[in-house]
């Protein structure tokens, strides 16, 4: 079991700290979508570094060492609300094997960018794609324990 390191009571989450935690995000109904605890040690992350949803680091402002914290978010706090204009349409002859319903297809933007996209229905003329994120719409249950806070600007120093 990792240690909880708090060599300062005071020591808060705050935009630029270094967090050591682990986490589990589920669906409203219980569906584990991922979890950190199965790792030995906790994973590292800089508040406002974009490894973290705004939605999810908005959680843990203000938590120190030793916290535990289990919020709910809505759509528009997680993954974002679903959007029908997410969903395209497809000519099915222009793929190189016919779509397979449930898939997951890599696209190229204009930007030349990777856009991944679900399959919701294929038939000899038309195949729909689904660009919304898999968890959009979808009420989140984020929780967290948090083993270390380091402040902004010291993650680099080590202490003697």
Known sequence: MTEIINPNDETRVAEGSKVDL????????????????????????????????PGFEKALFGLRAGDRRTVSLPPEEAFGPWNAENIQTFDTVKFEQRPIIGHMIEFEDKAKSSLFGVVKSVNDDITEIDFNHPLAGKNITFEVEIFKVTPAGQQGVKLM
Request: net charge negative.
């Open 22 to 53: 682990h986490f589990s995000v589920a669906i409203e109904n219980g569906v584990e979508i991922d979890n950190t605890r199965g790792r030995e040690e906790p994973v590292s992350l800089v508040m406002g570094d974009g490894s973290l949803l």
